[in-house]
């Protein structure tokens, strides 16, 4: 599972020689907004779910984050044809899209869910219990790395490494720390 994973970054200013474009570092505010905001899920992540999208297409989904009446979705898009009445999918990481929706749109799934969910499912459980502070792994590059979640975002958080820089670590790269690796600290 040797991949490197790395936050896609926007640089609208054109008048920028490439060279300076590239060693353009994001802020932090960047990274937290690409990462979907700072917030925390109420309980729910993980859950395998039925959306019904305003064009009234039925997907099979898997909640990553969950507030009030708001609810986003993971959808595997080897199954998503989304149409242009539905305004609120944005482009994920990997084979997924993510749609906004409302608590109202989305059933408890019946019968067995995809197994192309699965994995997605079991990553947004484990994302869903770690709490800000707390000493986690993470994957750097193709190397695993240990450090700090400073602050949970919707989809990610922003990971504080052990020689003190901050990086945006997808929901999907982020574990707790080993429990021998937590009692040695």
Do not use: Y
Not at 1 to 8: I, V
Not at 49 to 74: H, I, M, Q
Not at 147 to 161: M, N
């Amino acid at each position: 599972m040797a991949r490197k994973l790395s936050l896609p970054l926007l640089n609208l200013d054109q008048g920028t020689p490439a060279s300076a474009r590239a060693v353009t570092k994001p802020t932090i505010d960047a990274v937290r907004e690409r990462l979907g905001g700072r917030a925390s899920t109420e309980p729910g992540a993980g859950e395998f779910v039925t959306l019904t999208t305003a064009a009234g297409k039925a997907l099979a989904g898997v909640v990553l984050f969950r507030r009030g009446d708001v609810v986003d979705v993971w959808i595997d898009t080897s199954e998503a044809h989304i149409s242009s009445k539905d305004t609120d999918v944005s482009h994920g990481a990997g084979r997924g899209l993510v749609h906004r929706a409302h608590r109202a749109d989305i059933t408890p799934m019946h019968g067995p869910a995809p197994d192309s969910l699965g994995a997605v499912a079991t990553d947004a459980c484990v994302f869903g219990a770690l709490l800000e502070g707390q000493r986690i792994r993470f994957q750097d590059g193709g190397d695993l790395s240990e450090g700090t979640l400073v602050e949970k975002c919707r989809f990610g958080g922003l990971v504080r490494r052990d020689d003190g820089t901050l990086l945006g670590v997808g929901f999907r790269r982020l574990w707790p720390a080993r429990a021998a690796d937590t009692e040695r600290n």
